[in-house]
């Protein structure tokens, strides 16, 4: 079945209904209508759905994209889930707090062929730790062969919709993210950061309801941050060099994903299923042994793209 053909959610949760039902229904209809933008936009492929249980309690809802006209592979999921986790996994995430969880969200990413469109990333999430409940998330860009305005437009869009719910929100998350998605092994971040965000729990600040709000927000900001740069790049010119240089930008990716991710390992940890959780990783990717761009080429250039820096100038003149 595809995303077109895919019956759409159920009717939203109550008002009055437990926040876990309504930011599941969220994430539902968030997935949707990811799913039915990025069709649009492609043209010619079409997601197809895959729907799985989790042994332990629960499940979700798997839709992957391939060979299309812009994109060469992409998923979007849904899961939700619940159970008993690991003690080593408990530990690692709420100290103190039991082992019981329940988890639900949605999380994409979406790899195009043109290495002049970026990758791009975005999950958003709500768990329950024993007592304890949180939100989570964010979204951020990868681009091969980047390009400034293409930067500022994704962070200006993220830092709009961060804006509708506190002034702090942006700049906080925007550094966060750039410290999360980085490879000390590398010394590079991954790509062009954007906004991440873990553990917003109710404090003096925000109750939970705000802290939901803030993420319908920034979940629907993802379309209109990503859409118009693919529609931009979707047909710049390339050639073998620079499909080169995306396979092994890829792989850079790939090890990030493997390495570093939270959602990879707590999904692996958790008994999660593992095609709908490597369905980040790339169709292709490549290394090559110590790989270092010729100066003043646009490899080059694209490499200093990949550290933290202030898209927006935000920051202080001195």
């Known amino acids: ?16 209904a437990p926040l876990r039902e309504r930011a599941e229904m969220f994430f539902k209809t968030l997935q949707d209508e990811i799913c039915a933008a990025l069709e649009q936009l492609d043209g010619a492929a079409r997601f197809q759905e895959d729907l799985w249980e989790r042994e332990g309690g629960g499940g979700g809802r798997t839709r992957v ?17 619940h159970g008993l986790m690991s003690e080593k996994l408990a530990a690692r995430m709420m100290p103190g707090e039991e082992r019981t969880f329940y988890a639900t969200g949605v999380s994409l990413v979406i790899h195009p062929r043109n290495p002049m469109t970026p990758t791009v990333h975005a999950n958003f999430r709500y768990l329950e730790q024993g ?29 709009d919709a961060c804006d509708r719910h506190h002034p702090d929100y942006y700049p906080r998350f925007k550094q966060w993210c750039d410290e999360y998605f980085f490879l000390p092994h590398r010394n590079e971040t991954r790509g062009v950061s954007g906004i991440f965000f873990d553990y917003l729990k109710a404090d003096e600040s925000a109750d939970l309801e705000a802290i939901f709000a803030f993420v319908q927000t920034a979940g629907r900001a993802f379309l209109p941050a990503y859409v118009p740069i693919v529609e931009r790049r979707r047909h710049e010119p390339y050639g073998a060099a620079e499909r080169e240089f995306q396979l092994i930008r890829r792989g850079r990716y790939v090890e990030f994903n493997l390495v570093y991710d939270r959602g990879t390992v707590f999904g692996l940890e958790t008994r999660g299923r593992t095609e ?5 990783l790339p169709p292709l990717a490549k290394w090559v042994y110590n790989y270092c761009p010729a100066p003043g080429t646009r490899e080059a250039e694209a490499m200093t793209f990949f550290t933290p820096q202030d898209w927006l100038g935000l920051a202080p003149s001195a």
């Open 1 to 16: 079945m595809t995303a077109t053909e895919m019956k759409p959610s159920e009717a939203p949760a109550a008002e009055g």
């Open 65 to 81: 994209i391939a060979e299309g006209a812009i994109f060469e592979k992409g998923g979007v999921n849904f899961s939700s889930v």
């Open 276 to 280: 709908s959780i490597l369905m980040s």
């Open 131 to 159: 007592g304890s409940a949180w939100f989570g998330g964010g979204a951020d860009l990868t681009p091969y062969y980047p390009y400034r305005e293409d930067a500022v437009h994704f962070h200006q869009t993220l830092k």
